[in-house]
Antibody
Framework: QVHLVESGGGVVQPGRSLRLSCPAS????????LHWVRQAPGKGLESLAL????????AYADSVRGRFTISRDNSKNTLYLEMSSLRVEDTAMYYC???????????????WGQGVLVTVSS | SYVLTQPPSVSVAPGKTAKITCGGN??????VHWYQKRPGQAPMLVLL???DRPSGIPERFSGSNSGDTATLTISRVEAGDEADYYC???????????FGGGTKLTVL
């Protein structure tokens, strides 16, 4: 059974940094592209970042490009999101998600973690 | 940039049929996926590639895609279907998924 469990959230001041982790199990981690998606309070889902199965390709939303970095350690079956220069508007529930199919990303997010809350506040 | 437009809310009585639309320019040329999001829970994929149901999703959930509108249809609506529903396509310009604004389904 596929398991994704986000951690690393919390309350942080504006301008500071935070790293989210998403260890995974139940599948061959290195075969799947992975995503970070967030939902701000009262708002909809927002795709933030994508990393290819082998870590060679990354993509970012305009709202986080240059501030957030997605990475993965296939030897530890873990996905990361390094967040810097955090803003109040980054306050949200952050989810990691796995593509449905192995290999290239097609944007079908079949498996999701339960999410981790990040609150940016002074 | 490509935009997906969903109605903010849809209401339906139990046992009736709910239709949730997702508008986009020539959306018929894209594959549309649908997610159910209940409060406090992770999003769940309920329909992929316009019409396919993932394992475990009831046949009551179906979809269509034509012209500028994709539609998620939920037949014989149950109280447990009450949730937010999001359509999503692949944004080739950004190489990321693109979500619609979401529709709150209320079961009366």
């Amino acid at each position: 059974q596929v398991h994704l469990v986000e951690s690393g959230g919390g309350v942080v001041q504006p301008g500071r940094s935070l790293r989210l982790s998403c260890p995974a199990s139940g599948f061959t981690f290195s075969n799947f592209a992975l995503h970070w998606v967030r939902q701000a309070p009262g708002k909809g889902l927002e795709s933030l970042a994508l990393i290819s199965y082998d870590g060679s390709t990354e993509a970012y939303a305009d709202s986080v490009r240059g501030r957030f970095t997605i990475s993965r350690d296939n030897s530890k079956n873990t996905l990361y999101l390094e967040m810097s220069s955090l803003r109040v508007e980054d306050t949200a529930m952050y989810y990691c998600a796995r593509e449905k199919s192995q290999g290239e990303a097609f944007g079908v997010l079949e498996h999701w973690g339960q999410g981790v809350l990040v609150t940016v506040s002074s | 940039s490509y935009v997906l437009t969903q109605p903010p809310s849809v209401s339906v009585a139990p046992g009736k049929t709910a239709k949730i639309t997702c508008g986009g320019n020539n959306i018929v040329d894209k594959s549309v996926h649908w997610y159910q999001k209940r409060p406090g829970q992770a999003p769940m994929l309920v329909l992929l590639y316009d019409v396919d149901r993932p394992s475990g999703i009831p046949e009551r959930f179906s979809g269509s895609n034509s012209g500028d509108t994709a539609t998620l249809t939920i037949s014989r609506v149950e109280a447990g279907d009450e949730a937010d529903y999001y359509c999503q396509v692949w944004d080739g310009a950004r190489d990321l998924p693109l979500f619609g604004g979401g529709t709150k389904l209320t079961v009366l």
